[in-house]
């Protein structure tokens, strides 16, 4: 086993937050560093951020984000209206960050189909969104794995009995009782987007799951960090709110 596995939630851009928690994070060359996808959208520096985890040794998981980009951006021929939904997803300042940067996303494109929907660590298992309840794993599709809310957040039993799922996709200060900045607890899971892009936050999140200790950047704050024990930030869920109620439908 590695000295740490340090994961790190939705970064959407924040390129400058992103890099100020690498620093604070520190991790050597026996730690392993996984990020839990939408490395893009709604941010200024999609493409740098991008840029770097693509040349990075650290691992990926494909986002909703990155896929709403793929599917705006296919190999051939022209979505309009998958353009339309990633254009509605923030994507507008993707787009500038890659003209900024006088970037051609042709190769990060390619690397992020590439991206594994899910990484098993053995006793945690990585996934961007979720996963379904009800279904096996052989029977769920990247839909589930990067898009789903309710289902999973109100799932009554943990889906794993030796395996602590984490997540990002769902703001945390999204349920009700959660302050920004604050990690929640479900049955058998924990969530880690605490809402970097959102100007109720601005907090981007990075976990070492070995050693119980998290690690925050404030994007609004000057990049504030803080570095806290996972039981000082994370608070058990009793109730999704509204958004993280609303409900997935299976395609």
């Known amino acids: 086993m590695p000295n740490r596995r ?8 924040h390129y400058d937050g992103m890099m100020t928690l690498l620093e604070k994070l520190a991790p050597g060359e ?16 999609s ?5 770097f985890v693509k040349n990075s040794p650290y691992r990926c998981l494909m986002g ?14 022209k979505n309009t209206s998958a353009w339309q939904a990633w254009l509605y997803s923030g994507g507008h300042s993707t787009i500038n960050s890659y003209q900024e940067a006088g970037m051609m996303p042709r190769d990060h494109l390619q690397w992020m189909r590439s991206l594994p929907v899910f990484l098993d660590l053995g006793d945690v298992w990585l996934v961007h969104a979720g996963i379904h ?22 799932i009554p039993k943990p889906y794993f009995n030796n395996k602590l799922i984490i997540i990002g996709h769902t703001i945390t200060f999204t349920f ?8 929640v607890q479900g049955q058998g899971w924990l969530g880690i ?59």
């Open 193 to 251: 987007d605490t809402g970097v892009y959102h100007a109720k936050s601005g907090w981007l999140t990075g976990l070492d799951i070995n050693n119980k200790k998290v690690y925050q950047v404030n994007v609004l704050h000057r990049n504030k960090v803080r570095i806290l024990p996972l039981e000082e930030v994370v608070t058990q869920l009793k109730r999704p709110s509204f958004l993280a109620r609303l409900r997935y439908v299976r395609p």
């Open 133 to 154: 309840p009800n279904l096996p794993l052989s029977q769920q599709t990247e839909a589930e794995f990067c898009w789903i809310r309710r289902e999973f957040h109100n």
């Open 6 to 13: 340090l994961i790190i939630g939705d970064v959407h851009g």
């Open 47 to 51: 493409a740098q951020v991008v840029d």
């Open 64 to 77: 909703n984000h990155e896929q709403l980009m793929l599917n705006a951006l296919p190999e051939v021929g």
């Open 176 to 183: 009700d009782g959660i302050e920004p900045g604050t990690l």
């Open 30 to 45: 026996e730690d392993q560093v996984y990020f839990l996808g939408d490395l893009v959208d709604r941010g200024p520096k």
